[in-house]
């Protein structure tokens, strides 16, 4: 099979075919996911948590980041990898991200990186792109922030947080961005931003209405041991094994049939 590439995601949107994505942090279950026929692989900074058991992903340093990514895309032949920018190495100027998304690419094997935030990254994702650098941008509940945003909190439930995050969005694709993770956002607002953009969306409990979806693998695997998101779903619970747990993400994906109500978030207080 051909390699998944920025046109075939593009391509993929078009069409109405739903985008699949699976974070990795090592070369077997890297060469696993790609094995299942996953579209995209992250190597996140969630490894932080999911990896090292951190409560958050801010001390993951640059170097961690290249450390897995290279193991990651030792077993990715087909799938398209991204790389997550991790906290302070983008946010004090574009020539510090520039440095930064270098080694992540040219040491870590990343096709594209992911950076937090809207509007006040814009001049650093121009920066990027106007440097041959792919840029995934990432909107809703951004990890990073965590503390600025009092926890792991939905974003965009009241009309001016959802009316910021929808801008913010549109700025990131007039900036270059050719990706967008939403994270946390209620799912009419998720939607309605899928159909602003030219761009993919990707959605982590932001419901079935974006173009594609991921999910932290040590949550859809069910072997992280602290609580597991709303918006995340144990895939291993009646699989047979670790392959067939990936191969049903994939398909309940692709079907739509994933996310449900029950894994997504709402305006009203009433549907949780």
Same mark, same amino acid.
């Given at each position: 099979?051909?390699?998944?590439?920025?046109?075939?995601?593009?391509?993929?949107?078009?069409?109405?075919?739903?985008?699949?994505?699976?974070?990795?942090?090592?070369?077997?279950?890297?060469?696993?996911?790609?094995?299942?026929?996953?579209?995209?692989?992250?190597?996140?900074?969630?490894?932080?948590?999911?990896?090292?058991?951190?409560?958050?992903?801010?001390?993951?340093?640059?170097?961690?980041?290249?450390?897995?990514?290279?193991?990651?895309?030792?077993?990715?032949?087909?799938?398209?990898?991204?790389?997550?920018?991790?906290?302070?190495?983008?946010?004090?100027?574009?020539?510090?991200?520039?440095?930064?998304?270098?080694?992540?690419?040219?040491?870590?094997?990343?096709?594209?990186?992911?950076?937090?935030?809207?509007?006040?990254?814009?001049?650093?994702?121009?920066?990027?792109?106007?440097?041959?650098?792919?840029?995934?941008?990432? &909107? #809703?509940?951004? @990890? *990073?922030?965590?503390?600025?945003?009092?926890?792991?909190?939905?974003? !965009?439930?009241?009309?001016? /947080? =959802?009316?910021?995050?929808?801008?913010?969005?549109?700025?990131?694709?007039?900036?270059?961005?050719?990706?967008?993770?939403?994270?946390?956002?209620?799912?009419?607002?998720?939607?309605?931003?899928?159909?602003?953009?030219?761009?993919?969306?990707?959605?982590?409990?932001?419901?079935?209405?974006?173009?594609?979806?991921?999910?932290?693998?040590?949550?859809? &695997? #069910?072997?992280? @041991? *602290?609580?597991?998101?709303?918006?995340?779903?144990?895939?291993?619970? !009646?699989?047979?094994?670790? /392959? =067939?747990?990936?191969?049903?993400?994939?398909?309940?994906?692709?079907?739509?049939?994933?996310?449900?109500?029950?894994?997504?978030?709402?305006?009203?207080?009433?549907?949780?």
């Amino acid at each position: 099979m051909k390699p998944v590439t920025l046109t075939t995601l593009k391509e993929m949107k078009r069409r109405g075919e739903k985008i699949t994505c699976l974070t990795a942090y090592d070369y077997s279950f890297a060469s696993l996911l790609d094995r299942a026929g996953i579209d995209t692989i992250l190597v996140g900074d969630s490894l932080g948590m999911v990896i090292q058991g951190h409560d958050s992903t801010l001390p993951v340093t640059v170097a961690e980041m290249v450390y897995h990514g290279k193991c990651v895309a030792r077993g990715v032949k087909r799938a398209f990898l991204y790389v997550d920018m991790p906290f302070m190495s983008y946010q004090e100027s574009p020539q510090r991200a520039l440095a930064s998304a270098g080694r992540l690419m040219r040491q870590g094997g990343a096709k594209m990186v992911k950076l937090e935030g809207g509007e006040p990254m814009a001049e650093t994702v121009r920066f990027l792109v106007d440097r041959g650098i792919p840029v995934c941008a990432h &909107l #809703g509940l951004i @990890p *990073q922030s965590v503390h600025q945003l009092g926890g792991y909190r939905v974003q !965009g439930r009241e009309a001016a /947080d =959802a009316k910021r995050i929808r801008h913010d969005a549109k700025v990131m694709q007039e900036s270059g961005a050719s990706l967008l993770i939403l994270e946390a956002v209620p799912a009419e607002l998720a939607k309605t931003i899928t159909g602003d953009l030219a761009i993919p969306t990707i959605g982590i409990g932001a419901g079935k209405d974006c173009d594609g979806q991921v999910l932290v693998l040590q949550d859809m &695997l #069910g072997i992280y @041991p *602290q609580p597991s998101p709303k918006f995340s779903k144990n895939f291993m619970e !009646g699989a047979a094994n670790i /392959d =067939a747990a990936v191969k049903a993400f994939i398909t309940a994906v692709k079907s739509g049939s994933f996310p449900g109500p029950e894994h997504s978030y709402y305006s009203s207080d009433d549907h949780g």
